[in-house]
Structure formats: C-alpha cells, structure tokens
C-alpha cells in the first residue's frame, strides 16, 4: 500500500485511510444484472475505481510527522484487517457509503477487537453519529477538515473524544491538495475533483445537499491546484467532478470552464438540465473538456414531487437536452423508479422512453430514503421503511420502503424488468451510436 512518509516529529504517529465505496447490491438477480449488462457493467466498473476525494483530502492536510497510508479494498476481509494490524498504526480512519456502513461497522469492531484504535466519518456517520460511535473510538460529523488536526492531536495523546463536530462549515478556500500520490501505480480509469460542496436546491431524496452544511463553492485559484495536481499523476487524465450540481452557482461559470479548459483535462460531471438554456455554459462547455454531463431528469411516476425548483414539462427538459448534446457534450439521463404515484404503466412508460430517447447514455436507481433526508424522516413517520432490509440494501438499486400503489415484490420486478429492457444490447448499442456521433462533431467543432 502507498505511504508518504514526512518524517517523524514530535506528536505524530501514523494514520491509516480506508475508503469502502464500489457498486453494491442487495438482491442477487441485481448483482447479475449490473456485472453483465453493456453499459451497466461499465458504470459500475467506474464508479468503483473512484478514488476516495474524501480520505485522500485529509490526508492531503495531516500534518508533518504523521504517516499516510490509504486503501480501497472491494470488499473487508480478514487479509486487510491483518495487514492493518501489522502496520500499527496510531489510528486507522474509515469512511463508508450507506450501503457499506454495516461492513465499515464489523470492519471497526475486527480491529478494536485487535487493540487498533479506529474514527469513521461521512455522509452515514454524520446523519447517524450514535450509531456510529457504537462501532468506532470516535465519529466525525460533517465536514472532516474542520475537526482532523484534533483528531490526530488527541489519538497521539491516547484521549479521543467520542464525536468530533465543527463549529462551523468549512471554508473551501481553505481546501487543502488531496494527496493522490498516495493512489501509488494502480491505473484509474477517472481521478477526483470537487468545485463546490452541497447543493443549492436540497431535493427531499438528497442527503449531500445538506449534511456536510451549507453550498460553497471552491475558489477557482484551489480548483487550479488540484487539477494540475491530477495531471502530475498523468498526462492527460480523466476527471469526474465530485459535484452534486456543477455550473449552478454565484460563481461565474466561465471563470469555472476557463480554469477547466486551461488545465487541458476531460472531464464528466453531473448538473441538472438548465445548463442547456445558458448560452454562456453551452458555448464553451466542449471546449472546456467536458466528455459527459449527468441531468436528472427523475420520475415518470405521476405524484413525484422530487424535482422542486427543477420542474418543468418534460419535453422543455429533452430540449435543453439536445442543446447539451448538439454543444458536443453527450448526456446522461438520469431516472428514479418508485415514486410515490408510480405503478405498472408509469414503470413502462419509463422503458418505452428510454429506450427511444435521443439521450447518449440513461441511468435508471431507485427512490432511496438515505438517513439525514426528509424523504427519510416522511417514510418513517409513515411507518414505510421496511424493517427487514438494513443499510446495506440503501445501494440505490434495491426497495428499501412500501411503495404506495404497488407491492415491495412488484417493484422490485419492475425495476429489475426496466433494468433489463433499458440495458439490453439494442438500446445500449444505439446510445453508443449517439454518444459516437455526439462526439465526432465535438472534434469537428475543435
């Protein structure tokens, strides 16, 4: 495993960084679906060679005389748990998804057990911080940069504090460089950035919009650096924007795609479909290196109510759409299955679309409650959570609630029939055709 080694000084120790993440799902019929359909398959290759911008972020601000260590293992098993008991760290640092919170949780239990002191953080601890601290030696609310120095100062000391909670949200000018060489030689088909933190709009469904704290955006002088930190790792790199909503902000976008073009990266990233009616985004968006955007475009069940500010007859939404894609910048769909309204028709209504929608590529999750949402805390004031499906099967791919006009069992087989339709090898070859065609004219028009 990578380390960077500093130097020994007065107070250190060594910090190991393990970040579970990876494509996850509950049911096995998924699990196939999603390792063997074209295009699927492909995302979730991607999502999970993701480094993790988090861990990498705080160990690109632990201090001089601390060592770093970091790993993102598939899976935990007890190989790693040995390896990190060899390495005697002064502390191991976990981070976990919803969905990999329960294995972040025996994975902390396995080293206490060896005498190994562990801190978990992230978007579940945060949400959930008593739970978390039945697992771990301390938890780490919101922003980690605000609370790391003191985390690290009190395990040198052997005193930690069982939560660790800022007293105010980070300051993104403050943002220190991730340390990405400690990814070591392992090819990365994407590497990490972040422009900005939150989301303006805070969907009900959304956790990221609001647990972290407030939106703030991240000077362009510190997107600079970072970027040119990634292209030191290679030359011309692929880099996804760890955004929840690019190019929607007080900032100026074209001091934004001006910093992006000048750095020479391509890059994917996720906004929502009214950059498609902002001339001064769409004329330099390709020639920024923009591969491919992300817009949710979310349900076509007839009572969902989760697009709020962006809501807007849906043949509006297809035409900002086109404007993306004949801008050189292929498209992503994104749609939401279970809805509160959605029934038979409406699940096919989404297969029927999504199948002949001129769109480069779709992406089909389900509605799920994550904790720390108000779709959450609704469901389970409804008493609608369902009791015998824990956080590993929050993975966006499998039903977690009871649906209000179809049974568990029939959304499950909806979704997993509209999974099957929508990724079968004649519409996922003439998405590719698209997104070919997209992208030949982006070469004509640079």
């Known amino acids: 495993m990578p380390h960077s080694r500093a130097g020994q000084a007065s107070g250190g120790g060594h910090v190991a960084l393990v970040a579970l993440s990876g494509f996850r799902a509950r049911e096995a019929e ?111 609310i919101g922003d980690g940069e605000s609370t790391w120095h003191d985390v690290l100062a009190d395990a040198a000391a052997g005193d930690l504090r069982r939560v660790y909670r800022p007293s105010q949200a980070f300051d993104l000018a403050r943002a220190p460089l991730p340390r990405f060489v400690l990814l070591g030689d392992r090819e990365r088909p994407r590497f990490t950035v972040q422009t900005a933190r939150g989301c303006p709009l805070a969907c009900d469904f959304c956790g ?4 972290l704290g407030p939106y703030r955006e991240k000077p362009v002088e510190r997107i600079e650096a970072e970027l040119d930190a990634v292209r030191a790792m290679r030359r011309r790199p692929i880099v996804e924007l760890a955004d929840d909503n690019s190019f929607l902000s007080r900032r100026s976008a074209p001091d934004l795609l001006g910093v992006l073009e000048r750095s020479g990266v391509r890059y994917f990233t996720e906004s929502d479909w009214r950059i498609g009616e902002r001339p001064e985004v769409l004329e330099r968006l390709a020639a920024s290196g923009c591969v491919q955007v992300l817009v949710g475009m979310e349900s076509f ?22 404007r993306i894609q004949e801008a050189g910048v292929a498209v992503i769909g994104c749609f939401i299955v279970g809805g509160d309204g959605e029934d038979h028709e409406s699940i096919q209504a989404l297969i029927d679309f999504a199948i002949d929608a001129p769109l480069a590529d779709v992406q089909l999750t389900l509605r799920t409650p994550f904790p720390g949402t108000a779709l959450h805390r609704r469901l389970a004031s409804q008493g609608r959570l369902l009791p015998d499906r824990g956080w590993s099967a929050y993975t966006l791919f499998d039903t977690t609630f009871v649906p209000d006009r179809l049974s568990v069992e029939q959304l499950d087989q909806g979704f997993h029939h509209a999974v099957r339709c ?22 004509r028009m640079t």
């Open 301 to 322: 069940a007839p009572g969902y109510a989760g697009m709020g500010a962006k809501a807007a007859p849906r043949q509006r939404v297809m035409d900002a759409a086109a």
């Open 30 to 140: 998924m699990l196939e679906l999603g390792m063997t359909l074209p295009g699927l398959h492909d995302r979730a290759q991607a999502l999970a060679a993701l480094p993790s911008l988090g861990v990498l972020t705080l160990a690109g601000m632990t201090p001089p005389g601390w060592t770093v260590s970091y790993r993102d293992p598939a899976r935990v098993d007890d190989a790693l748990v040995a390896s990190l008991v060899a390495e005697r760290p002064t502390i191991v640092g976990v981070s976990a998804l919803t969905a990999s919170i329960e294995e972040a949780y025996s994975f902390c239990d396995s080293l206490r057990r060896e005498g190994v002191r562990t801190v978990i953080g992230g978007l579940h601890a945060t949400a959930c911080p008593d739970e978390a601290a039945r697992h771990a030696d301390a938890v780490v």
């Open 208 to 211: 990221a919009s609001r647990l």
């Open 422 to 443: 929508v990724f079968a090898e004649g519409p996922a070859a003439r998405r590719a055709a698209i997104r070919h065609e997209i992208w030949e004219r982006r070469c």
